[in-house]
């Protein structure tokens, strides 16, 4: 089964600063799906950012990007320019069909103005 | 309305009781998904229909657990003889049909917390 491992429970940044949340993933597959989702306190999860396994070139959304190493089987998201709004749990997924999508415990990130 | 719609939002109930959750997934979403979160754990996934397939139901921790889906439209999740342990929030997520079994993002609700006493 595949398990996706976020080793950083919390993780804290200073507002205008760059943070690194981490998270890996276990599987034999090689072509997949990965994830990073938000939830914020109002409790609804929403996609932050996706790569396709089969993709060299890390996936960008304005001040979200990743750091795709598929051999060690790591997908980080760096945050850039934090914002007070960017404080939340942050959920790293692997899916390689959409029913078998596997999040992890989550990383709390708190955003100190 | 446009999004995943759940309900109740909050749900305490006490040992032993029944519940019911109910989602509305995004019209014309063909797939909807059930999934647990713990206090300070991540998502664990419960059940997951698409279209008319049979549900995959490998992810129900307990045969108290049971889930339907009405005309491949809403969906109610229903816990019998609740138990302490019940207690977490319950969200569900739809997605959309998608071709050459890509994995595509899901839209979730904003989740039924339910309190078992």
């Known amino acids: 089964a595949q398990t996706v491992t976020q080793s950083q429970p919390e993780m804290s940044v200073q507002e205008a600063e760059t943070v690194t949340l981490s998270c890996t993933y276990d599987?034999?597959?090689?072509?997949?799906?990965l994830f990073w989702y938000k939830q914020p306190p109002s409790r609804q999860m929403i996609l932050v950012i996706r790569?396709?396994?089969?993709?060299?070139q890390n996936a960008t959304e304005n001040r979200f990007s990743v750091n795709f190493q598929k051999a060690a089987k790591s997908f980080s998201l760096k945050i850039s320019d934090s914002q007070l709004g960017d404080a939340a749990m942050y959920f790293c997924?692997?899916?390689?069909?959409?029913?078998?999508?596997?999040f992890g415990a989550g990383t709390r990130l708190t955003v100190k103005p | 309305g446009a999004g995943v719609s759940q309900s109740p939002s909050n749900k305490v109930t006490e040992k032993g009781k029944d519940v019911e959750l109910r989602c509305d997934p995004i019209s014309g979403h063909t797939a909807l998904y059930w999934y647990r979160q713990s206090l300070g754990q991540g998502l664990e996934f419960l059940i997951y229909?698409?279209?008319?397939?049979?549900?995959?139901k490998s992810g129900l921790p307990s045969d108290r657990f049971s889930a339907e889906r009405t005309g491949g439209s809403v969906s109610t999740l229903t816990i019998q003889r609740t138990q302490q342990e019940d207690s977490a929030v319950y969200l569900c997520?739809?997605?959309?049909?998608?071709?050459?079994?890509?994995?595509?993002?899901?839209?979730f609700g904003e989740g039924s917390r339910l309190t078992v006493l």
């Open positions: 997520a739809s997605s959309p049909s998608l071709t050459g079994g890509r994995s595509g993002e899901l839209f």
């Open positions: 599987t034999s597959e090689s072509d997949y799906y």
């Open positions: 997924a692997y899916s390689r069909y959409n029913n078998d999508m596997r």
């Open positions: 790569q396709e396994a089969y993709k060299q």
């Open positions: 229909f698409q279209g008319n397939s049979a549900p995959d």
